[in-house]
């Protein structure tokens, strides 16, 4: 049996942890704030990953699986509402049909939830602390990673790459300002307080 407490595995675990603990706290969260962690947690992930060494296989059977249909629906909801406010999408109108970014936001809701739920599985498997069980979280998870999870994680950070840069949604604001502010009628203005003090006032 491979070393499966070695100091990779331990730091991937650890990376694993905090991104399910993020995605359960994402009800919670403001919109800027969500999206900015995971801006910068994804590509730990994918690198920590790639670092694994792919033990064998122990058990006969596959593994117990952890995350169920309601707490995938949870997570995946929370990320979906969190993409929709950043659109500033609203509800449809009856008879309508879904708009491209309602499209996109369920899309992308579903690839953090499909994470979330490989990450979870695996961290509460490795978890167990039976040998065994360990060696089998790693390497179910390892083998998704190389045969779908990998590419997952790339397209889930693009994705994500451009509702934070695209000029087509309010992005920029609400990384801002943490969240969307409803209703707000004033622009703010491109300067800081500071630099209002530098540049004075030209009338």
Same mark, same amino acid.
């Given at each position: 049996?491979?070393?499966?407490?070695?100091?990779?595995?331990?730091?991937?675990?650890?990376?694993?942890?905090?991104?399910?603990?993020?995605?359960?706290?994402?009800?919670?969260?403001?919109?800027?704030?969500?999206?900015?962690?995971?801006?910068?947690?994804?590509?730990?992930?994918?690198?920590?990953?790639?670092?694994?060494?792919?033990?064998?296989?122990?058990?006969?059977?596959?593994?117990?699986?952890?995350?169920?249909?309601?707490?995938?629906?949870?997570?995946?909801?929370?990320?979906?509402?969190?993409?929709?406010?950043?659109?500033?999408?609203?509800?449809?109108?009856?008879?309508?049909?879904?708009?491209?970014?309602?499209?996109?936001?369920?899309?992308?809701?579903?690839?953090?939830?499909?994470?979330?739920?490989?990450?979870?599985?695996?961290?509460?498997?490795?978890?167990?602390?039976?040998?065994?069980?360990?060696?089998?979280?790693?390497?179910?998870?390892?083998?998704?990673?190389?045969?779908? @999870?990998?590419?997952?994680?790339?397209?889930? @950070?693009?994705?994500?790459?451009?509702?934070?840069?695209?000029?087509?949604?309010?992005?920029?604001?609400?990384?801002?300002?943490?969240?969307?502010?409803?209703?707000?009628?004033?622009?703010?203005?491109?300067?800081?307080?500071?630099?209002?003090?530098?540049?004075?006032?030209?009338?």
């Amino acid at each position: 049996m491979e070393d499966i407490r070695d100091a990779n595995t331990r730091e991937f675990i650890s990376t694993a942890s905090d991104f399910c603990k993020l995605m359960e706290q994402a009800p919670k969260m403001r919109t800027g704030e969500l999206f900015n962690q995971l801006q910068q947690m994804l590509p730990v992930i994918y690198a920590k990953s790639a670092k694994l060494s792919k033990p064998k296989y122990c058990y006969e059977e596959e593994p117990k699986r952890f995350v169920g249909e309601e707490e995938y629906a949870r997570v995946h909801d929370a990320i979906q509402q969190k993409i929709e406010l950043y659109f500033g999408i609203t509800q449809m109108s009856p008879g309508t049909g879904p708009s491209q970014f309602e499209i996109m936001s369920f899309s992308m809701a579903e690839g953090f939830a499909d994470l979330y739920e490989q990450l979870k599985n695996c961290v509460k498997l490795y978890n167990v602390e039976i040998p065994q069980a360990m060696n089998d979280a790693i390497w179910l998870y390892y083998d998704n990673f190389i045969t779908s @999870l990998g590419l997952k994680l790339i397209e889930s @950070l693009r994705s994500l790459h451009q509702l934070l840069y695209s000029k087509s949604t309010e992005g920029s604001r609400a990384i801002q300002d943490n969240d969307f502010e409803l209703n707000r009628d004033e622009e703010e203005p491109w300067y800081s307080d500071d630099q209002e003090e530098v540049y004075g006032d030209d009338e």
